[in-house]
């Protein structure tokens, strides 16, 4: 039994079994990077199989050696070496279901950082504070995540750790929670995608993101996302930043936005559908992190549908078009708006996610739990959200923050849920 496989590796799996075999995250690297020629860090897979044998009886038996084998390719790919003091390799460590579970489950940057390779990534990049930032980052994550007192100093160490935490996130609360409310399978383990470390905390001309190619709320056919400059991937979708709408790109890093959207109407084109992109642009590179069908609200769902039939040069029928809004079309949402001047707003935000709600307020997840399952229907007020909010906004009418981005995996699950989000 195979349980790692290279993110080029040529397969003829039929595409559902591919996903469910390395998950929807890898399989989809495995297309953009051998399939579609798109700029992909490399890297490789370990399968759900391999999370499935972990969680019934331990770390499986062989898979040390292929691990080894595989990190060898890495290293020969990306021209560093693994622990090396004086030109280190670093890799991201991140779940990857079968089915989409945005930020359900653990992600672990800058694996490989020990006290040695942080001087040499400092001396390589010359530049300390930004090996600093990324050997703070790893300490918080790791912590965190693993729930180790401190991180190892031997990196092949870490990674062990690092992958065993995320095999362990499949039973996380939020995880389970997430698929109670989604009614996905709990028997399906998540894989674990490693790849090389890219940057986008590397200087000024380094940035991270997440772009949809049409806007997720409401259906406009135009890039929507968020970015941030000299941060990392998680600053986006962890909703902890105050993002910058994607069309800055075009005046800090216009080489690189230009580059964004040929490749986000290639993936369109591709899925024939909405695609929600994560991106890194490393001292002006464009890297590719992840691409999946974007989850949207109901009215956007309506009109992408609508103006994707219509254009003649789009791959999806007028019947395919039905088909896919059919249960909008059977059960439309039956709510409308309105305004009066004779009540003053109190606030006004950003759309996340567009719908009506009224309720009680809790500003927990425990408290909008509670609240919901005495009959009181409730909007959960945080400063902002996170993954682990999960159980809170499934008994929640609306979510109400007041930090975080269009693109966090907060609201993208708010959308998909079709929660009133801002």
């Given at each position: 039994?195979?349980?790692?496989?290279?993110?080029?590796?040529?397969?003829?799996?039929?595409?559902?079994?591919?996903?469910?075999?390395?998950?929807?995250?890898?399989?989809?690297?495995?297309?953009?990077?051998?399939?579609?020629?798109?700029?992909?860090?490399?890297?490789?897979?370990?399968?759900?199989?391999?999370?499935?044998?972990?969680?019934?009886?331990?770390?499986?038996?062989?898979?040390?050696?292929?691990?080894?084998?595989?990190?060898?390719?890495?290293?020969?790919?990306?021209?560093?070496?693994?622990?090396?003091?004086?030109?280190?390799?670093?890799?991201?460590?991140?779940?990857?279901?079968?089915?989409?579970?945005?930020?359900?489950?653990?992600?672990?940057?800058?694996?490989?950082?020990?006290?040695?390779?942080?001087?040499?990534?400092?001396?390589?990049?010359?530049?300390?504070?930004?090996?600093?930032?990324?050997?703070?980052?790893?300490?918080?994550?790791?912590?965190?995540?693993?729930?180790?007192?401190?991180?190892?100093?031997?990196?092949?160490?870490?990674?062990?750790?690092?992958?065993?935490?995320?095999?362990?996130?499949?039973?996380?609360?939020?995880?389970?929670?997430?698929?109670?409310?989604?009614?996905?399978?709990?028997?399906?383990?998540?894989?674990?995608?490693?790849?090389?470390?890219?940057?986008?905390?590397?200087?000024?001309?380094?940035a991270t993101g997440v772009l949809f190619t049409r806007n997720p709320a409401t259906g406009e056919p135009a890039l929507y996302g968020d970015v941030l400059f000299a941060s990392q991937g998680e600053d986006v979708v962890a909703g902890t930043h105050r993002t910058q709408p994607l069309g800055v790109l075009d005046e800090r890093l216009p080489a690189a936005g230009r580059e964004l959207r040929r490749h986000a109407h290639t993936l369109e084109r591709h899925f024939v559908d909405l695609c929600d992109v994560e991106f890194t642009i490393e001292q002006g590179k464009l890297w590719l992190l992840q691409v999946?069908?974007?989850?949207?609200?109901?009215?956007?769902?309506?009109?992408?549908?609508?103006?994707?039939?219509?254009?003649?040069?789009?791959?999806?029928?007028?019947?395919?078009?039905?088909?896919?809004?059919?249960?909008?079309?059977?059960?439309?949402?039956?709510?409308?708006?309105?305004?009066?001047?004779?009540?003053?707003?109190?606030?006004?935000?950003?759309?996340?996610?567009?719908?009506?709600?009224?309720?009680?307020?809790?500003?927990?997840?425990?408290?909008?739990?509670?609240?919901?399952?005495?009959?009181?229907?409730?909007?959960?007020?945080?400063?902002?959200?996170?993954?682990?909010?999960?159980?809170?906004?499934?008994?929640?009418?609306?979510?109400?923050?007041?930090?975080?981005?269009?693109?966090?995996?907060?609201?993208?699950?708010?959308?998909?849920?079709?929660?009133?989000?801002?």
């Amino acid at each position: 039994m195979t349980f790692v496989y290279s993110l080029d590796d040529k397969h003829d799996l039929p595409p559902d079994e591919l996903v469910a075999l390395i998950g929807g995250k890898a399989a989809n690297l495995n297309l953009m990077a051998s399939g579609l020629d798109l700029p992909v860090p490399p890297g490789f897979a370990i399968t759900t199989e391999a999370c499935r044998v972990y969680l019934a009886a331990g770390w499986p038996s062989g898979l040390d050696g292929e691990l080894a084998a595989a990190m060898r390719r890495l290293e020969a790919s990306a021209g560093r070496r693994f622990g090396d003091p004086h030109n280190p390799l670093l890799v991201s460590v991140r779940s990857g279901a079968p089915v989409s579970m945005p930020g359900m489950m653990d992600t672990i940057l800058n694996v490989g950082l020990s006290g040695a390779t942080t001087r040499g990534l400092a001396a390589v990049s010359g530049d300390a504070a930004f090996a600093a930032d990324c050997r703070r980052r790893l300490e918080e994550m790791f912590t965190k995540t693993v729930g180790a007192a401190a991180v190892p100093d031997d990196p092949r160490q870490q990674l062990r750790e690092a992958i065993e935490a995320v095999f362990a996130s499949w039973n996380s609360d939020r995880a389970r929670a997430y698929r109670n409310h989604e009614g996905i399978a709990d028997d399906l383990g998540t894989a674990v995608t490693v790849q090389a470390m890219v940057f986008g905390n590397w200087g000024a001309d380094s940035a991270t993101g997440v772009l949809f190619t049409r806007n997720p709320a409401t259906g406009e056919p135009a890039l929507y996302g968020d970015v941030l400059f000299a941060s990392q991937g998680e600053d986006v979708v962890a909703g902890t930043h105050r993002t910058q709408p994607l069309g800055v790109l075009d005046e800090r890093l216009p080489a690189a936005g230009r580059e964004l959207r040929r490749h986000a109407h290639t993936l369109e084109r591709h899925f024939v559908d909405l695609c929600d992109v994560e991106f890194t642009i490393e001292q002006g590179k464009l890297w590719l992190l992840q691409v999946r069908v974007g989850k949207r609200s109901a009215q956007a769902a309506l009109r992408i549908a609508v103006d994707m039939a219509e254009d003649v040069d789009f791959p999806l029928t007028r019947a395919e078009a039905v088909k896919r809004v059919g249960s909008f079309l059977a059960h439309p949402p039956m709510i409308s708006t309105g305004h009066t001047r004779e009540v003053a707003p109190l606030a006004v935000g950003l759309p996340a996610s567009p719908g009506v709600a009224t309720g009680e307020i809790a500003t927990s997840p425990s408290e909008a739990v509670i609240a919901a399952e005495a009959g009181h229907p409730v909007i959960l007020v945080r400063a902002e959200t996170s993954p682990d909010d999960i159980q809170g906004m499934a008994k929640a009418v609306g979510v109400l923050t007041s930090r975080g981005g269009l693109a966090s995996h907060a609201a993208v699950v708010a959308r998909g849920w079709g929660m009133a989000t801002s």
